[in-house]
């Protein structure tokens, strides 16, 4: 069954790019998959009747468009030419197209001589070839004289070849004859461009020698030389330009060919997709898509969107369904853009075959076959828009294709609306040559997923975004592009603002989009900080946002530039406001401008708006590129006349800057970085020389992040190495090492021991003073989180960015464990690993970070709680503090199956110590407040050590007692004494080998369970308990105790009668030791069985009875086995009543 649609195609590859006449001359393979189409049996029919009449016309122009097959027709032909005997193919391909032409060349034998086009001289390309030529011959008389006249390069017989060219070919035709040759084919292929060198080098005599090649061709009585150029515009397209006199000369060298048109109609496509599609017999022969197909391309020829005039066309549309999944407006569009803008058939089958993007073959084998999707306009334009394929002729066709481009990569939002747009772009490039109309009708047609009405709909709503343009009294869409726009109207517009406004627009944009580095502080500090300038008047005071890090775009701190008329009121007026400033990362500046200076701010403004009106209208790339240029012009002249205002100059001192009401000294010689570098130290003057730009960073590089992580998960594991690297390693979580651990004096190396200890004053990295910070942070009354943690190192006077502060935080963390504790959304993490870290630099809002006290509560209740956990086998791994105590606890308690987590069967205090532990968030406050509260609320008399201890272990036992009871209850139900390794023995020794035959799935599977010889005790337990209740024992409650008692009993019945019946047939002699099976009679003849189990004190007391019955019957046997048989039955009628239903159909019932 076929998946994708490529399973269904064959696409043979057969044709190529390009084909070289020089090179496959004589190569058979190459036209192995030429299709003759009429046009190209016409051709040959044109050639071969003149050939074969000795007409004098032996010299011919074939022309077509690029790629239409010329240069494969001229090798068709060469082979042809040279005889049946020599190229047998090409011959038998010729006659099953058409026989009566291919009997033209039946008895040729010429031999062929091609030269391909070149930028030189087409003397020079013939001499080359006819050396080659004469390689390959037998050395007679004529071949030597051949080349002794060519001995000289570019000359012939003493002459310039270009001279005697005609000579040059009559006398080589006259070797080739001597060869046994019937005479000689000259192909010449691309001589267009031999006519383009000629029409650049009119001296080199070009011209003559194609005259003369002509003319040699065509004389008379003497067939020998036959010619056949090939070319895709007319001569005098080619030199063009050259003046009328020298075009008129190659007018009459081009009247010496007879011409051939050869260019194949848009409907012959169809005949070559058939045969490069290979559509597959499981794709053609289904009929939904043969009825889907046929309806498609009858509509197509409805539309005349593709023509079918005579039979012969007819009857290439007789079976569409093999063009499958070519939609008729691809095949259609693509033989048009192929022929004007690409390279014809070979382009057409490079679409289908090459595995180029977005092509047929990429597209068939990405797309599903279901529902049979079609190959439409809109995939199209992804193959054309691929790549730089397109050759554009005229100006027009290449402005509204680039415009296309643009619109539909700006659209992205609306799938409907960019697929129209797509099939509108194709269309726009063939509905010329097509002679087609783009209406909703088309496009409907070409988009198959929408109904005309709704197609409509759609375009009309382009054309309000001014995406579309409707023409023809609203049935005809084509793109809005706009060919001319009046430029100065919209200037004049944009210039009627006022200019305080366009002064502040043009400075704003010219200035707040650049961010000033602090190069100095940088230098002092190791942290890239940036000023931003913010621009604004007296009356439209600047502000900014939130001051944030450069890394997120955002700057540090902020020049708020006010500007100002020189010489006016304003300045006063901006001098008192600044004085009342107080922002610690805001510095001011008056800027005084010169009438000049605003002018040019206010241009600047104006051709900004002007650019935003021709974006907004997505006008062609050439109005566009001539607005940017006026607008570069205009930023040039900001940047030497306002932006050099800022700076101070030889002979010109610059302007004051202003910092928190007090003027920055010295500020008139500094430039605004060192402005920025100034306020920075100011500001951060603790801030810790962190010279490695690698992490100090806000938002470090992803590959940064990694080796961060790496290097606390080694400092985590706690490698116990002196070095954490090898000396010839050298990743990067090495250099963030020794920055932000070695060279603050953390990491300790001693030998071969090393440690995390507290940062060193003095240390090249000094940050005691920042480490003493962290610890207020974490200490504050209400517990911050990491993030909050973080924006206070950022803040000043530290201004420590996220990379570092926050493995230092985490070194933190990590060196006061036992003080230091972590909670993730409210609950406590108990031990610090690499997935925490993780969460913890990835999401630093949800972890909550606290240094807890340790004063409280005194040393007795540590103590206490110490021995507590001792008895418990969970002692604190580190110091002995509240926090670690608390960590051992939950440890401990975290252990707890789930049913001692919520069994009511343990005692009051255990009760309300499990609440107390299920509802603590604050370890130290459960220890030093919330259990002693509890133990006050109990009222019990011994100590709170004691009384905490026996809770404790009231809950830890309670998986025990859990198991003991199910061995109880096991034990009762089956009739056993003992432990629980002894009821398992017993058990095991009963059903072994004797499940095999059961049909009862449940009791099979106990008896299974009961013999696996595999598990431990308290495995075996849990796995014979969890059968039958479907729960393991860990995950009971309380409820699961009593329907286990109901279930164990139910399954002993039925563990008994299936025990009965295997004893009768003694298939299970171990349990025949233990049970007895009696069956009595009554009086009446009714039967009941009785079967029993024997334990030691049943034993016991059958010797007694048999003692007193040997006293009482004395030597009768008889008597005393009446007397047992009698008080058997009187004992089954006393039980009976009480055991009616289940002893009912003892005998009648079968286990299994």
Not at 270 to 279: D, R
Not at 1136 to 1144: D, G, H, L, M
Request: glycine share 6%; hydrophobic share 40%; proline share 4%.
């Amino acid at each position: 069954m076929l998946k994708r649609i490529i399973d269904g195609l064959e696409l043979n590859a057969h044709h190529t790019r390009s084909i070289s006449l020089s090179r496959d001359l004589h190569d058979d393979t190459t036209i192995a998959s030429y299709l003759p189409t009429p046009n190209a049996v016409q051709a040959l029919k044109q050639i071969g009747t003149a050939l074969a009449e000795c007409r004098s016309q032996r010299a011919w122009k074939v022309v077509g468009p690029y790629g239409s097959g010329k240069s494969a027709l001229g090798i068709v032909l060469a082979q042809l030419l040279a005889g049946r005997d020599t190229h047998p193919a090409a011959s038998e391909m010729l006659r099953e197209a058409s026989a009566s032409v291919a009997d033209l060349f039946a008895s040729s034998k010429r031999f062929a001589l091609a030269i391909v086009g070149a930028r030189l001289s087409i003397g020079l390309a013939l001499e080359a070839e006819v050396h080659r030529a004469l390689e390959g011959w037998h050395q007679g008389k004529g071949a030597n004289a051949l080349k002794r006249h060519l001995s000289e390069p570019g000359l012939y017989k003493g002459r310039p070849i270009n001279a005697v060219a005609g000579e040059l070919m009559r006398d080589f035709a006259s070797v080739a004859r001597a060869q046994g040759f019937s005479g000689t084919l000259l192909l010449v292929d691309e001589v267009g461009k031999f006519v383009e060198h000629a029409a650049m080098h009119p001296e080199a005599g070009d011209l003559i020698a194609l005259q003369q090649l002509a003319e040699e061709a065509c004389r008379q009585g003497d067939d020998s030389l036959a010619m056949v150029v090939l070319q895709h515009q007319h001569f005098a397209s080619y030199a063009a330009g050259i003046g009328r006199a020298l075009g008129d000369e190659w007018h009459k060298v081009a009247s010496r060919f007879e011409e051939i048109p050869f260019d194949e109609p848009v409907e012959r496509y169809v005949h070559f997709a058939t045969h490069a599609l290979g559509t597959k017999p499981a794709l053609h022969r289904d009929s939904k898509l043969v009825g889907a197909a046929r309806s498609l391309f009858a509509t197509a020829l409805e539309q005349s969107i593709l023509r079918a005039p005579t039979p012969a066309d007819r009857r290439l549309f007789q079976h569409p369904e093999k063009l499958y999944p070519l939609h008729p407006l691809t095949l259609a569009s693509l033989a048009v853009v192929s022929k004007r803008y690409g390279q014809s058939e070979r382009s057409f089958h490079a679409f289908l075959n090459s595995n180029e993007p977005a092509g047929l073959r990429d597209f068939a084998q990405v797309t599903s076959v279901e529902g049979y999707p079609w190959y439409r306009l809109a995939q199209v334009f992804d193959y054309l828009a691929s790549g730089n394929g397109l050759r554009f002729r005229d100006l027009a066709a290449e402005r509204r294709w680039a415009f296309a481009l643009v619109s539909i990569e700006r659209q992205a939002k609306d799938a409907d609306a960019l697929v129209a747009l797509k099939t509108i772009a194709v269309l726009e490039l063939v509905q010329a040559p097509l002679a087609l109309r783009i209406t909703p009708e088309l496009v409907a047609f070409a988009l198959g997923n929408l109904s005309v009405s709704e197609t409509r709909t759609l375009l009309d709503r382009l054309v309000d975004q001014g995406l579309l343009i409707c023409r023809h009294s609203r049935s005809e869409y084509g793109f809005a592009v706009s060919d001319a726009i009046n430029i100065e109207a919209l200037y004049e517009q944009a210039a009627q603002a006022g200019d305080d406004e366009l002064t502040v627009r043009g400075a704003s944009h010219a200035l707040g989009n650049r961010l000033v580095v602090a190069n100095k502080h940088y230098d002092r500090r190791g942290t890239i900080r940036t000023l931003a300038i913010d621009v604004g008047t007296v009356t439209a005071w600047p502000h900014a946002g939130a001051n944030r890090s450069d890394s997120d775009g955002q700057p540090d701190g902020w020049l708020r530039l006010i500007l100002v008329t020189a010489d006016s009121r304003e300045e006063r007026q901006v001098l008192d406001r600044v004085r009342d400033a107080d922002d610690p990362l805001s510095v001011h500046c008056c800027l005084s401008l010169s009438a000049r200076g605003r002018a040019a701010l206010a241009e600047l403004a104006i051709w900004l708006a002007v650019q935003r009106e021709v974006a907004a209208k997505r006008l062609d790339p050439w109005t566009s590129q001539y607005v940017e240029s006026r607008l570069h012009q205009a930023k040039e002249d900001v940047d030497a006349l306002v932006l050099s205002a800022l700076a101070s100059n030889p002979g010109r001192i610059g302007p004051v800057y202003w910092h928190q009401g007090k003027a920055v000294p010295d500020s008139e010689s500094m430039n605004v970085g060192q402005v920025a570098s100034w306020m920075f130290e100011k500001v951060f003057h603790r801030a810790p020389r962190i010279i490695n730009e690698l992490i100090n960073k806000d938002r470090p590089a992803s590959a940064i992040v990694l080796a961060r992580q790496r290097l606390l998960d080694a400092l985590l594991a706690g490698s116990g190495g002196a070095t954490l690297f090898r000396d010839n390693e050298y990743p990067p979580e090495r250099l963030i090492h020794a920055t932000l651990l070695r060279d603050t004096g953390i990491w300790q190396a001693d030998g071969n021991d090393c440690e995390l200890v507290e940062p060193k004053l003095g240390a090249r990295v000094d940050i005691c003073a920042l480490w003493t910070e962290i610890s207020l942070v974490l200490t504050r009354d209400e517990a911050p989180t990491f993030e909050q943690v973080l924006q206070e190192l950022a803040a000043p006077p530290f201004g420590v960015r996220n990379g570092p502060a926050s493995v230092w935080v985490t070194l933190y963390l990590m060196i006061h464990r036992s003080r230091c504790a972590v909670f993730e959304r409210g609950t406590l993490v108990l031990e610090l690993t690499s997935e925490h870290l993780q969460r913890m630099h990835r999401n630093p809002h949800t972890f909550t970070l606290r240094e807890l006290p340790q004063a409280q509560g005194g040393h007795n209740l540590l103590r206490d709680y110490g021995a507590v956990l001792a008895s418990l086998g969970a002692v604190p791994s580190g110091e002995a503090t509240y926090l670690e105590l608390a960590r051992a606890l939950y440890r401990w308690f975290g252990r707890l199956s789930d049913f001692t987590q919520q069994t009511g069967r343990v005692s009051k205090d255990a009760a309300l110590v499990r609440s107390a532990l299920r509802k603590a968030q604050d370890p130290i406050q459960l220890l030093t407040s919330t259990l002693p509260k509890v133990y006050a609320q109990s009222k019990g008399k011994r100590p709170f050590q004691e009384w905490l201890s026996a809770a404790l272990v009231d809950l830890g036992m309670s998986q025990r007692k859990l198991q003991d009871v199910v061995v109880t209850e096991l034990g009762q139900a089956f009739e056993m004494i003992g432990p629980l390794g002894k009821i398992r023995s017993q058990l095991q020794s009963e059903c072994s080998g004797t499940a095999t035959g059961l049909a009862d799935a449940r009791l099979k599977s106990f008896i299974l369970r009961c013999t696996d010889l595999t598990l431990t005790d308290e495995k075996w337990l849990d796995s014979v308990a969890s059968l039958l209740v479907q729960l393991p024992l860990d995950a009971w409650t309380d409820e699961t105790v009593v329907s286990f008692a109901q279930a164990v009993t139910d399954i002993s019945g039925h563990y008994r009668r299936w025990l009965r019946l295997v004893m009768q047939r003694k298939g299970a002699p171990r349990a025949a030791e233990r049970f007895m099976s009696l069956t009595l009679t009554s009086a009446s003849g009714q039967e009941s069985a009785l079967l029993v189990a024997t334990t030691e004190h049943s034993t016991r007391l059958a010797h007694n009875l048999l003692d007193l019955l040997a006293q009482e019957a004395g030597a009768d046997p008889q008597t005393a086995a009446a007397a047992l048989a009698q008080a058997l039955q009187n004992l089954q009628v006393t039980r009976a009543p009480t055991n009616s239903t289940e002893e009912k159909h003892h005998d009648k019932r079968e286990a299994g």
